[in-house]
């Protein structure tokens, strides 16, 4: 997925990487699922392929958006983290969630969730960075 610029527009350039449905699912899933395998994020409901997952993992780390390392207790398996600026991503994905549940028929007790996160403001996001960076950053 290339990333390059065809403007300085913030919003053009945010879109370039974070565009596509399965970019801010795969962060999703980690901020809020905590899933850290790559078997982990094909077994989400939306149903990415294996091809277009390790494509958007890639980028995510070419992008410095989470990190990848080895799992120390399993050889062949990998784990990945977000980084600082995946999770600065949370307020974006606080809004959408709180859009979709006003605005689509959203599962209600994921709703209540992206309602909750986005009712409690500014003080909510940060706790929940907090804790996301507790988990990822170590």
């Given at each position: ?8 527009c913030p919003i ?116 929940m960075k907090e ?8």
């Amino acid at each position: 997925m290339a990333t390059k610029g065809r403007s300085g527009c913030p919003i053009s350039l945010s879109l370039e990487l974070l565009g596509d449905r399965w970019t801010l699912l795969i962060i999703r899933d980690l901020a809020f699922a905590g899933k850290r395998h790559f078997r982990e994020f094909l077994q989400s409901d939306e149903g990415i392929s294996s091809r277009t997952l390790a494509e958007r993992l890639q980028t995510l780390q070419d992008e410095g958006i989470l990190t990848r390392s080895d799992d120390p207790s399993h050889g062949l398996k990998a784990i990945y983290r977000l980084t600082e600026a995946g999770i600065d991503l949370l307020p974006v994905l606080a809004t959408l969630g709180a859009w979709g549940s006003k605005h689509r028929k959203a599962d209600d007790k994921l709703a209540q969730i992206a309602n909750d996160l986005s009712a409690g403001g500014e003080p909510a996001l940060e706790r929940m960075k907090e804790t996301l960076r507790a988990q990822h950053l170590g």
